[in-house]
């Protein structure tokens, strides 16, 4: 089982909309688990070089964007890619291929078929070695590149620790910025030896938005929820009572979501361009119109030991997993016992 689908074990979770899916692949990822890789294709005139560039591989994991419609997501990286390479004196042909999977994205970055990869920050932790050791580019979103998630309770539960949500049901939050929010709230029950949260809770909705994960708490329809800092502060900004009645009984360390790395195939010249046009994007009309849709303010380009924390977090989740007798799938095959 993935990280993304440990919280529920092998139960099956409902969706916000009334509907079922079968793991919690579908609470934090929304029917994701697979690669959009996008690839453009650039030719520098013949007059300019004498002959043509390297074809460039760039790809977007959609488990970093589950939250996004991925036609639109196509369309807006048409878009910016057009703007770029006019301004670049090239010419792009960008060509949609659909990959399914983490053995799919370890085997085509094996192949070298790829230059610029988005990947949810636990597929990242995957493959790693795979990808250039140096730096990331990360999202920013509120002048953070980081998310913090809060689990929380109504002031009236009696509630005030995770062992109180023993048989309770918890809403979590499913977007791209929440993606490691399942992994840090099953850590929170292995820490405790409270087990696993198919065994543990008494049910988990999976929710697109920070509204429904906090209002049913709010109302009383709901024990507990799981959402982002920045989201719950956002509504307590607009309903200052939520936050009177609402607290919180764990809060994350702040956690990197998702990474946009080079790969190790990449040339100096086309990594170069790439670097230079990651912290304009948001200066194009094409850029803004793209980071809107992945829901980013911008980009930023950082160290590695930025991931310190989060890499540690998905370290642990996976430690105390063996502890009890599993390993998180990497996508390669099924859950395995510890022999």
Avoid at 133 to 160: P, Q, R
Avoid at 259 to 266: A, E, K
Wanted: proline content about 4%.
């Amino acid at each position: 089982m993935s990280i993304s689908q440990s919280i529920m074990g092998a139960e099956r979770i409902r969706r916000d909309d009334g509907g079922c899916v079968s793991d919690a692949a579908a609470q934090c990822r929304t029917g994701c688990c697979f690669l959009l890789t996008i690839y453009l294709v650039c030719l520098v005139p013949l007059f300019a070089m004498g002959q043509t560039s390297p074809t460039v591989h760039i790809a977007f994991s959609s488990s970093a964007f589950n939250d996004v419609n991925h036609n639109d997501a196509v369309a807006a990286f048409r878009v910016w890619a057009k703007v770029f390479t006019a301004e670049q004196n090239i010419e792009a042909v960008p060509k949609p291929v659909v990959l399914n999977g983490m053995r799919d994205i370890r085997e085509a970055l094996e192949r070298g078929g790829l230059d610029y990869v988005t990947l949810a920050t636990d597929e990242y932790a995957r493959v790693k070695d795979l990808v250039a050791g140096d730096t990331v580019t990360l999202g920013v979103v509120a002048g953070s590149i980081s998310e913090e998630y809060l689990l929380l309770v109504h002031n009236d539960s009696g509630i005030d620790d995770i062992a109180g949500l023993k048989a309770r049901h918890v809403r979590v939050l499913s977007s791209a910025r929440a993606s490691l929010a399942p992994t840090w709230l099953e850590t929170l029950l292995l820490r405790e030896d409270l087990g696993r949260g198919a065994g543990f809770f008494g049910g988990i909705d999976s929710v697109l938005s920070v509204g429904k994960a906090v209002l049913p708490v709010f109302f009383g329809k709901a024990d507990a929820c799981v959402v982002t800092r920045s989201g719950f502060d956002t509504m307590v900004e607009l309903n200052p009572q939520i936050g009177k009645h609402l607290h919180s009984v764990a809060a994350s360390v702040p956690v990197v979501p998702c990474v946009i790395c080079y790969t190790l195939h990449i040339g100096d010249v086309l990594r170069k361009k790439i670097s230079g046009e990651v912290s304009r994007w948001h200066l194009s009309r094409a850029g803004k119109q793209m980071l809107t849709i992945f829901q980013l303010d911008g980009l930023e380009e950082h160290r590695v030991d930025v991931l310190s924390t989060t890499l540690g977090l998905l370290a642990e989740h996976e430690r105390l997993l063996k502890k009890v007798g599993l390993y998180p799938d990497d996508g390669t095959g099924p859950e395995s016992p510890v022999n």
